[in-house]
């Protein structure tokens, strides 16, 4: 057979349009990566400054846009102080490089994203479990210094160990999920109730 | 300590170390393995095929544990805590599947360049600054396993971001040895012949070596951390890992049933063409949730949608080639293998990856056991199948290209190794496919990811007993790797006949 064969079975056919489609998408991937970045810069509408932590958090049901999303309250300073955006990001960094150092992503999940031994972080700062909004902090600072005592297993006897976290850090990783609870993450997770919820 | 008590140590020491070097002689001798078989590039690709099966195993074993954790939580606890045991589970899962990339690459090289491979030293060099570092990191996991809050624990420790917890120094080595690896290949490449394949192998490391660098980077933000990190998670194992085993099949077709270049070459373009086509967009799917744009929602379903399409190209390719040189192989175990992998990379990438990538559905099932019901079936499926057949085929002329067809002695062990890993595999798929159906339903759906809802969702019977059957399928899971092992180490040892030749 010396016949050529048709376009759809030739090698070059299939080589330009490999290399094609891949640049092009990448190509594409490049641009929508420049606009997700901006669009997601703390401080921006969907990523909040990390001085929402001076702020009230809450996640309700928005009928307009037919899902959950983050509501952005009056003042309710974290550890009682007013911390300036340049304080707020020191504190949110500590508690995000001690997130990282602790591997709690290897138990937890953060945005839906890592393990599954341990419930998911992304709206800890909201969940029920830390039974009023006056008690939070200080019980969310007493469980992460000491978890085995502080345990809260909801009758698993999965506890959390002992990370050797320091009151400051334990200080950070609260500020940290407070302002990881302000970001608008498309609805998810879905059917939260609140610790602000009314029955 | 008086000067005849360490006289005493010393001797008791050095008996110690005379025996186990007998120990080792011994194996040796019953192994019976000559190395002048295998040029020296070969002899390099099978030592990095040595590690990554003694990484396979501690993948298992950490695996082991972590499930019983599941099931007894108190099982080590502070001691070896289920972050510790898992984080070395998939650790070791992506460090052994590199090694056996990275062994197969330099297994096909030579042959494909024509031409000896040219910084062989450099290689074997970089081989063992790897394997050191490996140690180095996994030690460190085990013993140290956290730090302070600080940058030196994420320079040092562990940078506590799933999949590359490797610390910082350690991610400068790795690119540092992925650099001479690739060097190896286009200089090789270069010296001798270039190909379709050489071509598309040299352009997909560059995108791979690369694309580890995104993940380099610390980021307060944790949108913006997410973001970067799934640039390399996700585009490793959906894009260039895909089209890194595309090649490897496409050479191992070749040798292996016979397939003309050609056809291999052409599939080798679709494949690359759909795969990237689809996977690198693809990418949108793990950008629903992480706080970025609401237009991910619809390029990543859209996308993700699509990524199965050219899996079941690899199906067709592997199967029609199979079927049209009527199975006639050159290595049983290696071509069960690779059509096992057809399927498992179909199965597990594809269909269970499509099952729950649809946004509608993923608000759901985002961050539940069903992700691990897929990773199982994916990363085995896809990527521990291709290697093990490659195994097959580095034994096979490690003990000078000996047959391996029908009517080899104890034929019963590479089958037994096949059903029992794949068996177990589908079995741990379906257990956490359960968990993840319930959980999704139950602390998701119902409710609404509250930590009461997820430990409603973990304390049901229908999760416990899912969990049980997970336990159950690891260890059948592990009885086939002990017999891989075994048979790998004793196949073809008692063979005259040389392997059929394949036209």
Same mark, same amino acid.
């Given at each position: 057979? =010396?016949?050529?064969?048709?376009?759809?079975? !030739?090698?070059?056919?299939?080589?330009? =349009?490999?290399?094609?489609?891949?640049?092009? !998408?990448?190509?594409?991937?490049?641009?929508?990566?420049?606009?997700s970045l901006s669009q997601t810069t703390a401080g921006s509408k969907r990523v909040p400054g990390y001085a929402v932590i001076n702020k009230k958090i809450d996640y309700r049901f928005d009928k307009a846009v037919n899902k959950f999303m983050p509501v952005i309250g009056d003042d309710e300073l974290l550890f009682g102080q007013a911390l300036s955006e340049e304080d707020a990001k020191a504190l949110v960094d500590l508690g995000k490089k001690t997130v990282q150092?602790k591997?709690c992503m290897?138990?937890h999940t953060l945005l839906g994203n890592g393990?599954?031994?341990a419930p998911d972080l992304t709206k800890a700062w909201l969940d029920q479990g830390w039974v009023s909004p006056e008690l939070r902090e200080d019980l969310m600072v007493k469980f992460l210094m000491?978890p085995?005592?502080n345990?809260r297993?909801f009758?698993?006897?999965?506890?959390m160990?002992?990370?050797?976290i320091?009151e400051t850090e334990a200080k950070g990783i609260v500020a940290f999920l407070k302002w990881m609870s302000s970001i608008d993450t498309n609805g998810f997770p879905y059917n939260f109730k609140t610790i602000e919820a009314e029955e | 300590?008086?000067?005849?008590?360490?006289?005493?140590?010393?001797?008791?020491?050095?008996?110690?170390?005379?025996?186990?070097?007998?120990?080792?002689?011994?194996?040796?001798?019953?192994?019976?393995?000559?190395?002048?078989?295998?040029?020296?590039?070969?002899?390099?690709?099978?030592?990095?095929?040595?590690?990554?099966?003694?990484?396979?195993?501690?993948?298992?074993?950490?695996?082991?544990?972590?499930?019983?954790?599941?099931?007894?939580?108190?099982?080590?606890?502070?001691?070896?805590?289920?972050?510790?045991?898992?984080?070395?589970?998939?650790?070791?899962?992506?460090?052994?599947?590199?090694?056996?990339?990275?062994?197969?690459?330099?297994?096909?090289?030579?042959?494909?360049?024509?031409?000896?491979?040219?910084?062989?030293?450099?290689?074997?060099?970089?081989?063992?600054?790897?394997?050191?570092?490996?140690?180095?990191?996994?030690?460190?996991?085990?013993?140290?396993?956290?730090?302070?809050g600080?940058?030196?624990?994420?320079?040092?420790?562990?940078?506590?971001?799933?999949?590359?917890?490797?610390?910082?120094?350690?991610?400068?080595?790795?690119?540092?040895?992925?650099?001479?690896?690739?060097?190896?290949?286009?200089?090789?490449?270069?010296?001798?012949?270039?190909?379709?394949?050489?071509?598309?192998?040299?352009?997909?490391?560059?995108?791979?070596?690369?694309?580890?660098?995104?993940?380099?980077?610390?980021m307060t933000n944790i949108t913006h951390d997410q973001y970067?990190?799934?640039?390399?998670?996700?585009?490793?194992?959906?894009?260039?890992?895909?089209?890194?085993?595309?090649?490897?099949?496409?050479?191992?077709?070749?040798?292996?049933?016979?397939?003309?270049?050609?056809?291999?070459?052409?599939?080798?373009?679709?494949?690359?063409?759909?795969?990237?086509?689809?996977?690198?967009?693809?990418?949108?799917?793990?950008y629903f949730w992480i706080g970025t744009p609401e237009?991910w929602l619809?390029?990543?379903?859209?996308?993700?949608?699509?990524?199965?399409?050219?899996?079941?190209?690899?199906?067709?390719?592997?199967?029609?080639?199979?079927?049209?040189?009527?199975?006639?192989?050159?290595?049983?175990?290696?071509?069960?293998?690779?059509?096992?992998?057809?399927?498992?990379?179909?199965?597990?990438?594809?269909?269970?990856?499509?099952?729950?990538?649809?946004?509608?559905?993923?608000l759901y099932?985002h961050g539940?056991?069903?992700?691990?019901?897929?990773?199982?079936?994916?990363?085995?499926?896809?990527?521990?199948?291709?290697?093990?057949?490659?195994?097959?085929?580095?034994?096979?002329?490690?003990?000078?290209?000996?047959?391996?067809?029908?009517?080899?002695?104890?034929?019963?062990?590479?089958?037994?190794?096949?059903?029992?890993?794949?068996?177990?595999?589908?079995?741990?798929?379906?257990?956490?496919?359960?968990?993840?159906?319930?959980?999704?339903?139950?602390e998701r759906?119902?409710g609404g990811s509250t930590w009461g809802g997820y430990f409603?969702?973990?304390?049901?019977?229908?999760?416990?007993?899912?969990?049980?059957?997970?336990?159950?399928?690891?260890?059948?899971?592990?009885?086939?790797?002990?017999?891989?092992?075994?048979?790998?180490?004793?196949?073809?040892?008692?063979?005259?006949?040389?392997?059929?030749?394949?036209?």
């Open positions: 057979m =010396t016949e050529t064969p048709p376009l759809w079975a !030739s090698e070059s056919f299939w080589k330009k =349009t490999a290399i094609w489609v891949t640049a092009g !998408s990448f190509l594409i991937l490049v641009v929508l990566t420049f606009d150092s591997n290897n138990c393990a599954y031994y000491d085995e005592k345990a297993t009758g698993s006897n999965r506890k160990p002992n990370l050797k320091t | 300590m008086s000067t005849e008590g360490s006289e005493a140590v010393i001797q008791q020491a050095s008996g110690w170390l005379d025996k186990a070097r007998t120990q080792w002689q011994h194996f040796n001798t019953w192994l019976e393995l000559d190395s002048s078989h295998l040029s020296p590039g070969r002899q390099l690709s099978v030592k990095y095929f040595t590690v990554a099966v003694i990484l396979f195993f501690a993948q298992i074993l950490f695996g082991l544990l972590a499930a019983t954790q599941f099931l007894a939580p108190g099982f080590l606890y502070e001691i070896l805590d289920f972050s510790v045991n898992r984080m070395v589970h998939i650790n070791a899962m992506v460090v052994w599947m590199l090694y056996g990339f990275i062994g197969c690459v330099y297994w096909l090289l030579e042959e494909e360049s024509g031409t000896e491979i040219v910084g062989l030293k450099l290689g074997n060099i970089a081989f063992w600054v790897l394997t050191s570092a490996v140690t180095v990191v996994v030690l460190v996991y085990l013993l140290i396993q956290i730090g302070p600080k940058d030196s624990s994420l320079w040092l420790i562990n940078e506590g971001r799933e999949y590359i917890e490797a610390p910082r120094w350690a991610d400068i080595g790795i690119v540092v040895v992925i650099l001479i690896f690739f060097y190896n290949v286009v200089a090789t490449f270069s010296k001798g012949k270039w190909s379709g394949i050489a071509g598309v192998l040299t352009l997909d490391l560059i995108a791979l070596a690369g694309l580890y660098v995104a993940g380099m980077f610390y970067w990190w799934w640039w390399v998670i996700h585009l490793w194992v959906e894009a260039t890992w895909e089209v890194l085993v595309g090649v490897i099949m496409a050479w191992s077709l070749m040798k292996l049933l016979g397939v003309k270049r050609k056809i291999v070459e052409i599939w080798l373009y679709i494949e690359v063409a759909l795969m990237f086509g689809s996977g690198i967009l693809g990418l949108g799917h793990h237009y619809t390029i990543g379903g859209f996308f993700s949608a699509l990524e199965p399409i050219p899996l079941v190209a690899m199906v067709v390719h592997a199967l029609y080639d199979a079927g049209t040189h009527s199975f006639k192989n050159s290595n049983h175990p290696a071509v069960a293998w690779i059509i096992a992998q057809a399927f498992g990379n179909f199965f597990g990438a594809g269909v269970w990856g499509f099952m729950h990538t649809l946004p509608q559905i993923n099932t539940t056991q069903w992700s691990a019901s897929h990773g199982h079936l994916a990363f085995f499926g896809a990527y521990a199948t291709i290697n093990i057949a490659f195994f097959y085929l580095a034994i096979q002329h490690w003990r000078g290209n000996v047959w391996m067809g029908g009517g080899m002695a104890n034929n019963w062990r590479w089958k037994w190794a096949l059903g029992l890993l794949n068996g177990g595999v589908l079995g741990m798929t379906i257990a956490l496919l359960i968990a993840g159906y319930e959980q999704s339903f139950i759906a119902v409603d969702a973990q304390n049901h019977p229908a999760f416990v007993s899912a969990m049980a059957w997970r336990l159950f399928f690891g260890l059948v899971t592990a009885a086939g790797f002990v017999l891989l092992v075994w048979d790998l180490m004793t196949i073809g040892k008692t063979e005259t006949r040389k392997a059929q030749v394949i036209e």
